[in-house]
């Protein structure tokens, strides 16, 4: 298999993704729409359009002038207000039914506070039988790949005596069977089917002939059941980005909700219910307005004889529906209909997928597992959604939770877990009842970040698009991807990328096809690619074969913090002592209570710069109008009572200081505004590194530092977040672009290096500068490896050799 080194980014770009889909937008003005409607998630990559999607200004600004302007009363009443309410209501039903090509005289609407309340309102309502003598009991069928809410209704089912029977998806069709029509036509046992139009867990669409086909009995568990079948087609996943036409696949029930369509307005659902079906459904309570007449006194009651007010009880969210209007308008007007959306967000998700599916780490494994049925050839059978686990370049899964909380750090919001569609995730992930059932034994519960029990992931990474999505979010995405989680060099799978170019639409439609041959974007030169993160997430080591460790790294930059929480001083060379750099964080400033203080708790801190002058053994306070005092470096005879020894707490650790006077208490007092001291470190003590951190190392003696006796820090990963931190600023004017100098002095490291891959460092085990040996801890924290020399110095331009674990 062909697997080329490449520069990713010359791979990621919109001429590349025009060569293999040109359905790109739906005006010329497309960008300009984004800008205009969209401008609050400048600067951001919002990739959960299967949670919710995004609602344009311009609705939210038409819907507050149409409530501004209007007086909506209670559609109940009959006054000219309420009568205003009713009639927009209805222009709403019939608007919805228009959207999914069905008329009033076809369906009727029922509105629900969403698509869950829909599915609840069928399983209450629905006309099931238990067994009897003569025909057997009803039914409920599901697709196990079906949302949590579908196979939910088992639980109003399960004390009526009636079958649940999952149904996986190859079993529609290889179980189905020729029936004659004729039999067991006398028998009325109303049955169920579920199934998702798509799945919201892998965006596969179902063949919206199943619901014919098993109306009809043609189909499997249909064909092996007597009776009269009914189906309900979950649209709230494929409602989102696709056409779905009611005339031609007449589901006799049809849940969604609208925020997964136009954002706005939220907590607003509704059920389309076949008017030849509605007379079967059953409604126990009855509720206001749901009513033709009733007596309080006795049990006499009946239903209003129209369907959407025999189901809606009490007052509709009417101003959620009137929103609706707006909503439509919005999505035509800016997308010109659903036909459009979906060859739009397809594109985006193929693109994403072709080239999340073909890239590789610099040993050739894979970087993603895709849990999708289908290469993404077609819009007919592909929804918007991507579903993957990434892996490292060992194979070993990374958690979900990981991958989420890094995209969180790059504005990149994604979904992670199992989507509320357990079947599915069993099924793409191999995991069986029973470890299921050991992972809720182990402390796993739907929702959490337990993304991985025994190293099997217990769910994945979900991406999906919506109507305003954009290149951009497909490339940020993507760069996000070879940016933290790809060991270099980056490669590709150069067989499977031409492969996925050259499929065309089994259909053999215009809108489907795709570009044939190798397209010229792509270098194939063995080289690698200088713009990318390598193992940000601080894992498994990259073998020594994926690196050169032949590079030019120097030392550029040695600074120390004499007192904790304040200014650097940098020098550019300083003793190595037993703690870390001498005299690194050896002081500390408590408050009146002994609490030691930070910048969390006290900003002006920063502002104290200290400086250590050995040969004369001082350290000098300095702040702006302040004069400058001298505190002594050590204490040569017995502390008098104001320089008392005591007892403070230091990151957990229980440490012991000794107090540096009364004149640099009253000088920090002053300056910040509150009583406190300067303490120090008592030479007498020892603290030692936390168990947790030590790799065998043989000196872990701390000052008063937090983790390790020294920080490093990479220019060429500062470069990379420089860069992304730059671009992200570039969506407000009030903030001033960090140059790297500065956002380096916002790590507060010891020792900045010139590496020349960013987050490099993070696979090194031992580093030496000059002459001086170190042995990494954990990220970039370091302790000597040793101290064969007493006289041990760093100095500023001293060569830095690393050495992988």
Known sequence: MEKESLNFNQLCTFESFEKVWNHYGYKSVFQDVIEREFSRIKGITYLDHAGTTLYPESLVREFYQDICTNVYGNPHSHNPSSRLTHDTVEHVRYRILQHFNTTPDEYSVIFTSGSTAALKLVAESFPWRPPTAAEPASQFCYLTDNHTSVVGIRGVISALGVVSLPVSPEEIEARAKDVDQSEGSSCQTPHLFCYPAQSNFSGRKYPLGYVRGIQARQLYPACDSKGR?????????????????????????????????????????????????????????????????????????????????????????????????????????????????????????????????????????????????????????????????????????????????????????????????????????????QVVKSNLQAGHVCGDN??????????????????????????????????????????????????????????????????????????????????????????????????????????????????????????????????????????????????????????????????????????????????????????????????????????????????????AASWLSEFLGQPCR???????????????????????????????????????????????????????????PLDTQTLISRFRANLVISGKEPFEEDDWSHLIIGNTHFQVTFGVYLVHQSLEDSNSTLTVGSSVKSEMS
């Open 678 to 736: 300067l303490i120090r470190q008592s030479p007498d003590f020892s603290r030692d590194m936390k168990k947790g951190h030590e790799k065998e190392v043989s000196s872990t003696a701390l000052s008063l530092v937090n983790e390790a006796q020294y920080l490093i820090v990479n220019r060429a990963s500062v470069d990379l977040l420089q860069r992304h931190i730059t671009n992200r600023q570039e969506s407000s004017d009030d903030h001033q």
């Open 450 to 663: 337990i993304d991985l029990v025994d190293d099997r992931p217990t769910g994945s990474v979900r991406v999906s698009f919506g109507y305003m999505s954009t290149f951009q979010d497909c490339q940020n995405f993507l760069n996000f991807v070879a940016d933290c989680f790809v060991d270099k060099p980056v490669k590709v799978d150069q067989d499977k990328l031409d492969r996925l170019k050259s499929n065309t639409s089994s259909k053999g439609s215009s809108q489907c096809l795709l570009t044939n041959g190798k397209p010229d974007h792509i270098d194939e030169r063995e080289h690698a690619s200088t713009d990318l993160v390598v193992n940000q997430r601080g894992g498994k080591a990259i073998t020594k074969d994926a690196k050169s460790h032949e590079k030019a790294q120097t030392l550029t930059n040695i600074y120390i913090y004499p007192i904790k929480s304040c200014a650097a001083f940098e020098v550019t060379d300083w003793p190595v002592g037993a703690l870390g750099l001498l005299h690194d964080r050896g002081w500390m400033v408590v408050n009146g209570n002994r609490v030691c203080l930070n910048q969390k708790r006290e900003p002006r801190l920063c502002l104290i710069h200290p400086q250590i002058y050995l040969p004369s053994n001082t350290m000098l306070l300095q702040a702006s109008g302040m004069n400058t005092i001298c505190v002594p470096l050590k204490n040569h005879s017995e502390p008098p009572q104001s320089h008392r020894v005591c007892q403070n707490m230091v990151c957990g650790d229980r440490v012991e200081t000794v107090d540096c006077g009364d004149e």
């Open 229 to 433: 079948w009914f189906v309900l087609l979950d649209a709230a996943s494929f409602a989102s980005c696709s056409p779905l036409d009611l005339q031609e696949h007449s589901a006799n029930f049809v849940p969604f909700s609208f925020y997964k369509m136009f954002g706005f307005p939220t907590g607003l659902g509704a059920l389309l219910v076949r008017n030849d079906t509605a007379a079967l459904l059953r409604k126990t309570y009855f509720g206001g307005g749901t009513a033709a007449a009733y007596l309080a006194g006795d049990n006499y009651y009946v239903p209003a004889s129209n369907m959407s007010s025999r189901f809606e009880d009490g007052t509709v969210s009417f101003l959620d529906i009137i929103a609706l209007n707006h909503s439509f308008d919005s999505l035509h007007t800016l997308t010109g209909g659903m036909d459009k959306i979906q060859l739009h967000t397809f594109g985006l998700t193929r693109y994403t997928y072709m080239l999340l599916s073909s890239l590789c780490h610099g040993n050739g494994q894979p970087v993603a597992q895709i849990y999708s049925d289908s290469e993404f050839e077609n819009p007919s059978t592909q929804g918007a959604i991507l579903n993957f686990n990434l892996m490292d370049c060992h194979g070993q899964m990374i958690g979900y939770s990981q991958v989420d909380k890094l995209a969180s750090l790059f504005n990149i919001h994604l979904r992670t877990g199992c989507f509320c569609n357990t079947g599915a995730c069993q099924l793409f992930l191999g995991i069986t009842n």
